[in-house]
């Protein structure tokens, strides 16, 4: 009864539109590193002659941006799966609503847990939205971040 990867017409109620299977297939391709936001804002930092080290798995949540000569680390975090407050991207999904409120919470709770344990280890924590960054990072957001690293305060800064 299936065609393609659609679903049976008696599952035509449900938000989502393809197959368990094609959905896992999808989401399995959804990175962890090397995002698009990421490596836009690491060629921006590096024009700007930053030398930093990448996803520094002895630091607590393995930081995107790691830069030791300022003892500070950029986490670069998706809207979406980070749970940006206010944001547009960052919605729910209307089917499996439990789950999807458990898998949040718990991205939330680690993110909260890993600023906590590096700033606790003396590191300064940058956290840059997605959507601040875009496509490609305004002059204004690299000023800032820029400024950030620089400056040594504060010891925590949300970028939006």
């Not at 990448?54 to 930081?63: I, T």
Request: with cysteine.
């Amino acid at each position: 009864m299936r065609q393609g990867n659609l679903l049976p017409r008696e599952w035509d109620h449900m938000a989502d539109i393809v197959t368990p299977e094609v959905r896992s297939r999808m989401m399995s391709r959804i990175r962890g590193r090397n995002t698009r936001p990421e490596v836009a804002l690491r060629k921006a930092l590096h024009r700007r002659g930053f030398r930093f080290r990448l996803n520094a798995k002895k630091l607590p949540g393995s930081p995107d941006i790691v830069l030791p000569r300022w003892k500070t680390v950029l986490l670069v975090h998706g809207c979406y799966w980070h749970r940006h407050p206010g944001c547009r991207k960052a919605t729910t999904p209307s089917s499996n609503v439990a789950f999807w409120a458990e898998k949040f919470s718990q991205n939330v709770e680690r993110d909260a847990r890993n600023i906590r344990d590096l700033e606790e280890a003396g590191w300064r924590v940058g956290v840059v939205w997605e959507c601040a960054i875009g496509q490609e990072p305004p002059p204004g957001l690299i000023r800032k971040v820029e400024e950030f690293i620089e400056n040594g305060q504060p010891a925590r800064m949300d970028f939006e």
